[in-house]
């Protein structure tokens, strides 16, 4: 059974109509790739699921219908949130961050073991806790809106745009990360993407949306080698 299903999904902003039943599957465990030209629903999408715009149609977590729960019951839920822009708290340091993510949280030893393992993820952050995060680097925010998010201990891990404004480099080691998060976590995670050749590298499946509408769907390896998708967005 999926762990996240959107079916027929319509969403917008007033009178402004952005997806036009939109459905996609996401599999416990699996890294899914939304991909698509600026405009095409994307971030709607991953809105519509954490609650932040209202739509209609049909979304499940786990079996249970969210459809148009409130944002920090759906995060309650186990559906964690990265935006695009990163979305840190500038004014705090890298520990205050991480400690926004568990505050929700009573576990207190397993809240321990998962700051010990963003740690690990992320090594330079034990050595710059308490530096403030409007002075990271745009890399090391977006590492930083991760971490925070990891330590929801969440079980779906939406990302929008993770690599917008990054160099190539940081993009690189930030999709290796998570994917090794993924693996090592058994972590979904569903990413919006315009770096089709990293996202589709990274993913097991993927969707290609177009003015609010999937038009193509399937394993990411087979999208990579479909003509629409090379010409469109691997530039080949």
Known sequence: MALLELTEVHAGYGAIKALHGVSVSVEPGSIVAILGANGAGKTTTLRSISGMVKSAGRITFDGKEITNHKPEDIARRGIAHVPEGR???AQLTVWENLQMGAYVRRDRRRVKQDYDRVMEYFPWMGRRRDQVAALLSGGEQ???????????APRLLLLDEPSLGL?????????????????????TVLIVEQNANLALRAAQRAYVLEVGRVVLEGPAAELARHESVRKSYLGQ
């Open 87 to 89: 979305g840190t708290l």
């Open 167 to 187: 160099a190539p480099i940081v993009i690189r080691e930030i999709f290796e990360i998570v994917g090794t998060i993924s693996k090592e976590q058994d972590l």
């Open 142 to 152: 977006q590492m930083l809106a991760i971490g925070r998010a990891l330590m929801m």
